[in-house]
């Protein structure tokens, strides 16, 4: 039985390259968790939203800072492409530099000592509450037997034994690399830069190794590679930045051109229709459907989105507090994530009676924010409430 049309509406800052590949996502997402329903798209922002070409930026920040992000960047995109990259880098330097570290005739050497205590490593209890927090933890054990278990990494040791702090740097990043790579390959996202850089530290930390600055051997390679890098990211740093926000503000202007757009998009789809709006979309459609003569929707799912906090400070284009709900407005889901601070509650406030006109959901992805804000439509949680509203 068809569940009618699900008219997927995307939120601030999203352009069609990205919107496609979520929208293909979220179909087949919905489509595993029992939605039998046709989906819709309502991309808005080609034809809506902010056009921005950086002619009122000022001038760039300073370069240091620049070259510091640039060779950052360089380093985790090659390590994502191959966790092991550091640490083959490190098997070729040379090794009488390495041999003077061997200590006396019949001793264990430094460097193989540190490495049997390290591939025996058990990881520590904050170590295992920040793998929970990004939901990594069942990528733990495949990731590190990736690192650990390649002859590339004993090497990299050997020849590092000179500078045992910059193998363990390697090796910590490659694990992180590595729990990026398996994660990703199931479809879930990969720490953030703000835990990528955690889980080294704590690594480092529970190895009692410190890593005070690169070595000139991996200075170089990734300055080298920071300098076209720098020219290639610059403008579109400053892009991905201005365009949530430059659409935030030109709906505030020109909402009506993004309702009538996702009108035509509602009325146009096979009934029922679901609509499911994520941030900004989500207020467009709550406009919309509060507004006099709305388009008919049979229910609406917000997902990270603000219409109870526009409401309550008086900054929607449709009703503001304390207006009630319109008759004959939709039924209402909105979920949210505690973690994701661009989220709000709606039921206490648009709806004090709490009739089940209006619901709230609460999920945890897992993720910081602002990744949890992009975090909703791979969670199965989310899909199985919708269809359950949906078949309800």
Not at 337 to 353: C, E, H, I, K, Q
């Amino acid at each position: 039985m068809s569940l009618g049309t699900v008219v997927f509406v995307h939120g601030t800052g999203i352009r069609l390259p990205s919107y496609t590949s979520s929208f293909e996502a979220a179909r087949k997402r919905a489509a595993e968790n029992g939605i039998e329903a046709n989906f819709a798209e309502c991309a808005w922002g080609d034809p809506f939203g902010i056009q921005f070409e950086g002619y009122s930026l000022p001038g760039p920040p300073p370069e240091e800072k620049l070259r510091e992000e640039a060779e950052d960047f360089a380093r985790w995109a090659w390590l994502f492409d191959d966790p092991l990259f550091e640490l083959d880098k490190l098997t070729i330097r040379d090794a009488a530099g390495a041999a003077l570290m061997m200590g006396p005739p019949g001793s264990k050497p430094k460097w193989l000592q540190l490495w049997e205590e390290i591939s025996a490593y058990e990881p520590s209890l904050a170590t295992i509450q920040i793998l929970k927090r990004g939901e990594l933890q069942e990528f733990w054990e495949p990731a590190w037997a990736l690192v650990v278990g390649s002859d590339v990494t004993c090497l990299a040791f050997e020849r590092s034994a000179h500078e045992l702090p910059q193998a363990s740097g390697a090796l910590a990043r490659a694990v992180v690399a590595s729990l990026h790579v398996h994660a990703t390959a199931a479809g879930r996202p990969g720490p953030n830069r703000h835990l990528r850089n955690s889980l080294v530290q704590h690594l480092l930390h529970d190895w009692d190794q410190i890593v005070l600055a690169p070595s000139d051997f991996l200075a170089r390679l990734f300055r080298r590679a920071a300098t076209s890098t720098l020219r290639r990211h610059r403008d579109n740093f400053s892009a991905v930045a201005l365009l949530p926000i430059g659409d935030i503000l030109l709906y505030q202007s020109r909402g009506a051109d993004v309702r009538n757009f996702i009108r035509e998009t509602i009325e146009a789809a096979e009934p029922p229709v679901t609509v499911v709006a994520h941030s900004l979309g989500g207020i467009a459609c709550f406009d919309l459907l509060a507004l006099p003569n709305p388009p008919k929707v049979a229910r609406l799912v917000t997902v990270g989105s603000q219409p109870p906090l526009l409401y309550e400070i008086g900054a929607l284009a449709s009703i503001n507090m304390p207006t009630p709900l319109p008759l004959g407005f939709p039924t209402w889901l909105n979920i949210f994530d505690r973690n994701d601070f661009l989220s709000y509650v709606a039921a206490g406030l648009l709806n004090p009676a709490r009739d089940l006109k209006v619901k709230d959901l609460e999920v945890k992805s897992g993720q910081p924010f602002p990744d949890a804000h992009s975090a909703y439509f791979t969670n199965d949680v989310v899909w199985e409430a919708i269809r359950d509203l949906m078949k309800s």
